[in-house]
């Protein structure tokens, strides 16, 4: 009997040259969404994936306005309500290519060296989303599809997308799925295939403390009133404590813990204090005692200032007293931390905490919860089997410490989890000059793809 | 037989209508230094200086260059050798005037209304300067100088002086005398002679906290390094205990205690802590426990942040790890503090208090230090008594807690002591629109400058 599996894949190591080519086409296009002139390149590189999905067969295949950039949909539905729908996300719009002086070749003139193919938008996603749609047409020109789909690819990601939430909550019946596969993602290294099953969730607030009710003579007022800058200071020394613990009240008591087979899996990626003090030049590491920066940075909640401001800040010397400080302050969450608790706990913290010398006020200005996989979930266990079948080990299961919010909106909006899996490497230089894409990598995530879609359909 | 202080009184009292005139003569010019256009008000006010210098006979009257606005000279030694040299410091030029629309009348063309002549410079400082020239005259026509006088007028007291300690430096022997006299200061109100003993010191410091060598992204990396922003706050946070005392080692060893006397006048200034609240606008007031808000910003050593930055703080949120932080931060210094050992000191506070997760470096912008009058010195008991005798009351003995560079300049460039009294009101709007000159007050300063120089040579 004929396996359908080995089919696609057959045919897909057949046409690696003509996805090449189309991938190349699509490339060429300078759909690049941080500039408003380029408007008519988005809706030319929309154009080119309707047309394309089109082409396959699928079903509903449309541009979708938003107040933005357009989203592509597409659906198919031929495996029968018994089989799993997967949202396929993804985005057509590119990062900017700026520096061009950087660039090897011209970011829109794709060129293959050794074994990368260099244009902007190659890992980041336009190879990404391409793969999955050669895996797709691999399996439709050789049987059918063992599950059903739907594609949103939007237009805005590299700008925020601003208008995806809204487009999530407007068709939330037409985006109906079992969970969501996310190829905007990647693997620690070419021989390194790996999951990202979870994400941190992120509460961002801004505080000011007001002294004075305007700025003062350090001199003249130097030891009667408490200095603005000198409280805050105060109060974010006390965020933590001693042991790197953020210190606001209840912050730890729904953070899930590790198990010792997590522990082991993330252990297991390379990326120990040599990997972080290369990454970040830091003379030392820091942070929560008790766990591995790969924890502490995945799966373990933080607190960062991103940002500080008083008084005089330039060259030379003033001699304020200054009337108000102010810092931006950002937590990470993991599951099942809230955003909305989080702000709770911070206004306890400063209402437990702020001296009567101060006022204060705290804003609440973005957040999402986190986000983590079921890894014992069909879907999850789909995707290991298929990267352990074409790699031929065991992948990586990896948490990572920013938070991506679509698999957030997802989540709210949809109710649905997704698995993260993408084949850009850390190298690709996504959002730098010279982005590339490692082409045996994405032949192999071709493959994997087609693999992925059989799993999940033979348990 | 004719006493010549009442002969010099009566003078001044008769020619007050000629004072008030020639005051406003010297108003109208606009010797506003922070303007490089005005260059010809500015030697206009020094030559009209000159001018008035040699018609009172003085002798050496000169317009000395410097490498920014001139410095107009004069001296009178027929006093002989043994009687005392007083240095008369002032300056010529006064504060831009803006903004015009908030003056009620022209500020280069002076005005009276009720007690007091309203124009730029009236009460800083061009009034004070010819109190005292007053004052000579009165006494130079009606008998002769008591004491050695010499004057040192500068034209850029507004611009900060820049080329006041290197003309000082230059001109040691010229400028030899036996103390100073800064009109430069003011009273509490029109009823309070006030004199100001003691200036406090000045250190002031920029610290950098380096973390990564590049911002980080606060997902990827928050948990894993030491924020340096937090790293800075903790810092700060730990340069005052919870008595709000300094903690840099060493800080209050050379520190004078006041004594029951001093804590005494102090406490008769019409500075409560009602006034500090007013003054402020500060929810409630902070300091060094154990001291009243007059002794803490007058005669107890301060710390204060005057500016903090770093990471994002535009609008909005931006997750950055940030790189590195930055503080301004300066002390106040009281006698016997030195601006060079709080360095030293600062430098070991961050030695023993810096993790090794931060790098660190401190820089010292600028300092002095601290002065303070002998208040048993014959000089201060002559201005006291003249002040008592003019006002027929006690006068206060205040402590201003900022740094006025050029008494700390004389002390240590000459080595001798200032006698800061002058009769601006804190209600005068000096620096501010409809600046004014009380002149009920005015003409009691000219009485007292007359009683001074006579009481300098009584015991």
Known sequence: MHDPKVAALEFAHQNRQRFLSE??????IPSISTEPERKDDILKAAEWLKMHLLALGLQNVQIMPTEGHPVVFAESNTAGVEAPTVLIYSHYDVQPPDPLDLWQNDPFSPEI???NLYARGASDMKGQVLA???????ILRTSQLPINLKYLVEGEEEIGSPNLPSFISANKTLLKSDFALNPDTGMISADLPTITYALRGLAYFEIYVY???????????????HNPAQALCELIAGMHDENGRVTLPGFYDKVRDLDENERQELARLPMDEGFYLAQTGAPTLWGESGYAPVERTGARPTLEVNGLYSGFIGEGSKTVLPARAMAKISTRLV?????????EQLQKY?????PTTIRYDVTKLTGGPASISDLDSHAVKSMLKALSDIWGKQPLLKREGGSVP???????LLNIESVNCGFS?????????NEKLHLPTWYRGIDTYINFFFNLVNN
Request: aromatic share 8%; proline share 7%; no cysteine.
């Open 23 to 28: 991938l190349r086409k699509f490339l060429t």
């Open 113 to 115: 060296r050794a074994d």
């Open 132 to 138: 999955s749609i050669f895996a797709v047409e691999s």
């Open 211 to 225: 002294g004075p009710d305007h700025d003062l003579h350090s001199g003249t007022f130097g030891g009667a009133v």
């Open 335 to 343: 599951p099942d931390q809230g955003p909305d608790e989080v702000y």
């Open 350 to 354: 400063l209402k437990a905490n702020a």
């Open 406 to 412: 679509v698999v957030a909106q997802f989540q709210q």
């Open 425 to 433: 490497l850390q190298d690709d230089n996504a959002h730098s000059p």
